[in-house]
Each structure stands twice: as C-alpha cells, then as structure tokens.
C-alpha cells in the first residue's frame, strides 16, 4: 500500500522534499547576504566619513564670462519694471591636462582610494558673440562683469588660484574668490571681476589660463564647456573606470597606471556657447558630453555578494534574474582598446539599490 501511495505521488513527494531542502538552503544564504549587505553600508560610511574630511568627488567647470544686463519685465500690476540678468559666454577653445596621483586611506578593515592632482587649465575666446544675444549695448553692465571657475568642493584646493588674462591690448591677473559674485548658475563658484578694459577687447580674442592643486575621493569630472574641449588625464592607478556621457577616445591602461584623452565637441553636449538667464545647466549629471575618471578599488564584498548570489541553493531563483538581461560577473583582463561589460545581480534577494549608477544589479562600463 506504500508503495501504490509513493508511485502515485512521487513527483509532488519528490518536489516537496526539494522545496524543503532548498529553504534549509537559503537560511545560511540569507545570513551570509545580510552580512555582506552590512559590510557593504558600513563601508560607504566610511566613504563618505573619509571624503567629507578629505575632499568629496571633485566637477570642474569653467572658466566661464558672465556679464550682467538690465531687462524690462511685467510686473504683477500690469506695468513694467527694470531687472538685473545675467549673460553667460563659454570658450571656443578649452583644454585641460593633469596628473592624478591616487592614495590609499583606511577606516578599520576598509579602505577608501583619494587622490591629489595638479590640472593645467587653458581656454580661449575668439570673441564674446554678444550679436547672438541680441543684448543692446546700453543694457549691458560691463563694471559688474566676472569670470566664474567652478568646483564641486571647494574643500579640496591646496593652493591659492589666479587666473591670468590674456588679450591683444595686455593681460592681468585675477584672483578668483568663493562667491563674490552669485547667481542662480554659479551659487558658490570661485569668482573675480573683470577688468574694466574687457569692453574694448570684447570683440577680439581672449585668453585665460590657471593652475588648480586639488583633492578629491573617487571620481574627477569636466564639464565640456568650449566649443571643442580637450582633456589629457594621466595616473598610477591601475583599475580606473571610465564613465560620463563621453569615453575617452584613447586611453592606455596598464599595471603602472593609465593615461586618457577626451575630446568633446559643443555638437556633443546639449547647451550652447552663450545664453541668457537660467535656461541652461552646466552641472555634468543633468548635462549629456559630460567627462569623467574614476579611481575604483577592487570591492571585496561585491565578490563575495556575487558569490552567494550563485551558490547551487539559488539556481532555482536564475530564471528570475535572467529576465533583467544580466549575466554573472567573471574578471578577465580585456584589450585596453575596447571597454569591458560587467554586469551583477542580487539573487534571491529583491534588489535594494534601484538600479542606481552604482548598484551591483546595473550593467557598467568600466575598464579592467
């Protein structure tokens, strides 16, 4: 009778009994994830504690020409009234050089990468183009005009930043100051006003060139504002990525570090080279042509989340993750002429992360 009971029922028995094999499976599973899931907060924690002593993740923009000008606008009773804007010109020409030189930091058991660099800065103007405008000349308040150089954490200079100016009339030096000049598209930026000869010179071209010593924690930045934007980075560091709107168009990497060039073209980005008022964001995340080089250490526990994530208790779980299109994580050492896909998944778990930028469940770009 047993036996007519078990061929009857076989199949559900044996699927039962797999069922409750592979739960007493998933307990220590579940455990070894929540580890590594904690690990992982504390280790952004240390990050972050790290970067806001050092210096966070550093954006450089500029420099840019802002010059106020005055506009008749309605007011609310129906007449019109006088108000201050501000013109903002970019550079024909913007090209950027430096070194990276990337240093290790510890917070107990986990290490963080900050780095110090040195960016030579040179950008021209072949004129100010204020015809695009529109703007008349007798609106326009050249006593007020100012040069914005922006960064993302100010925190970081070592070194005090000038800025020379150069026109075919002379050239002066300007010493850039935080906020001297606000508005609603540079709040915090170095600033400095400029001389009272620029009208002369507006028509002809300009120069400005700089030396910025800096720090920063994990990723550098550059917002494309010339026409044509060249960016020359060099490091030791030997497992950069590579992110933004743009990939560098060479870049060399080996186990003595990497060198990249960028060069991003006004067609590129989705701004123009002069506007007026707030119509247009400089910031590289809400701005496409973006550029960016990031120091990534190799995570430990990302490899260990990966590791439980495809243990033989998750295999039933595979078909659910194959439907996002991702594929395990295997390192390999790629070309360095061609970037490396790598993708991740969280397993059995529900993913926490939204398929953020840095979510082991997103599919990256980066160079090995």
Not at 81 to 95: I, N, Q, S, T, V
Not at 108 to 135: A, F
Not at 177 to 184: G, H, L, M, N, R
Request: hydrophobic share 35%; aromatic share 10%.
């Amino acid at each position: 009778m047993i036996n007519q009971f078990w061929n009857r029922n076989r199949i559900v028995l044996k699927s039962f009994w797999i069922g409750f094999l592979i739960l007493i499976l998933l307990i220590p599973t579940f455990l070894i994830s929540n580890l590594v899931t904690e690990r992982q907060d504390r280790e952004r924690e240390s990050v972050a504690e790290i970067s806001s002593r050092w210096a966070g993740a550093q954006t450089v923009t500029g420099p840019v020409i802002g010059i106020p000008y005055v506009e008749t606008v309605s007011d609310n009773s129906g007449g019109s009234k006088p108000e201050k804007r501000w013109a903002y010109f970019l550079p024909g020409k913007l090209d950027i050089s430096g070194r990276i030189v990337p240093e290790k930091r510890y917070r107990g058991i986990y290490k963080v990468i900050v780095y110090t660099t040195e960016l030579q800065v040179r950008c021209h103007y072949d004129s100010l183009h204020l015809q695009e405008l529109n703007l008349p000349a007798d609106k326009m308040l050249w006593s007020e005009a100012a040069v914005f150089f922006n960064l993302s954490d100010l925190q970081g200079l070592q070194d005090e930043i000038s800025l020379r100016l150069d026109t075919h009339t002379g050239g002066t030096d300007l010493e850039l100051v935080p906020a001297k000049f606000s508005t609603e598209q540079f709040k915090n930026a170095l600033t400095a006003a400029l001389p009272g000869w620029l009208p002369a010179a507006a028509g002809g071209p300009l120069e400005f060139s700089t030396t910025v010593r800096m720090k920063g924690t994990g990723n550098l930045s550059f917002a494309p504002t010339g026409r044509e934007t060249k960016v020359a980075v060099s490091s030791s560091w030997p497992d950069p990525s590579f992110s933004g709107s743009n990939l560098p168009d060479l870049r060399t990497v080996k186990d003595s570090g990497f060198v990249a060039n960028w060069r991003v073209l006004a067609l590129n980005r989705n701004f123009p080279q002069q506007w007026k008022g707030n119509t247009f964001d400089l910031d590289p995340a809400s701005s496409n042509g973006s550029i960016n080089a990031r120091s990534t250490p190799f995570n430990t526990f990302s490899l260990g989340l990966r590791s439980v994530c495809f243990t033989p208790c998750s295999f039933p779980f595979r078909n659910i993750s194959a439907s996002t299109e991702l594929t395990p994580w295997r390192p390999s050492r790629q070309s360095a002429s061609s970037p490396g896909m790598s993708g991740q998944c969280c397993g059995p778990q529900r993913c926490r992360h939204s398929l953020a930028p840095n979510c082991p469940c997103s599919t990256v770009l980066s160079i090995p």
